[in-house]
Nanobody
Framework: QVRLVESGGGSVQAGGSLTLSCEISGYNVNKYSMAWFRQAPGKEREGVAALYIPGSRQYYAGSVKGRFTISQDIATSTLYLQMNSLEPEDTAMYYC?????????????????????WGQGTQVTVAA
């Protein structure tokens, strides 16, 4: 079991940038595949970006490709989500998630059910 704590959220103007961080603590934290999800008011939680640790494979939702970058710092057990060219549609609560059992064949789908460890979220608000 691991603990995840997100930070870095805030309010920015459209076109701006923001970097989210997710500090991970627990047992064998660097063996966990990681992902960022987001949930806007009245909408279901959706996958944004995922990282499969064994091959460092990155996956992105079509809506954020080219604008967001997921990365990790193994030394500090921190997951990042660099967000550029932010749009009002990016406004949501952003959550980081982790799991040891995510398969390479499914991680790109960013299924909620594949991740058993979640942070409490950090709010991102993008003004038009």
């Amino acid at each position: 079991q691991v603990r995840l704590v997100e930070s870095g959220g805030g309010s920015v103007q459209a076109g701006g940038s923001l970097t989210l961080s997710c500090e991970i603590s627990g047992y064998n934290v660097n063996k966990y595949s990681m992902a960022w999800f987001r949930q806007a008011p009245g909408k279901e939680r959706e996958g944004v970006a995922a990282l499969y640790i064994p091959g460092s494979r990155q996956y992105y939702a079509g809506s954020v490709k080219g604008r967001f970058t997921i990365s990790q710092d193994i030394a500090t057990s921190t997951l990042y989500l660099q967000m550029n060219s932010l749009e009002p549609e990016d406004t949501a609560m952003y959550y980081c998630a982790a799991d040891l059992g995510v398969l390479p064949s499914t991680i790109g789908l960013m299924k909620l059910s594949d991740f058993g460890n979640w942070g409490q979220g950090t709010q991102v608000t993008v003004a038009a």
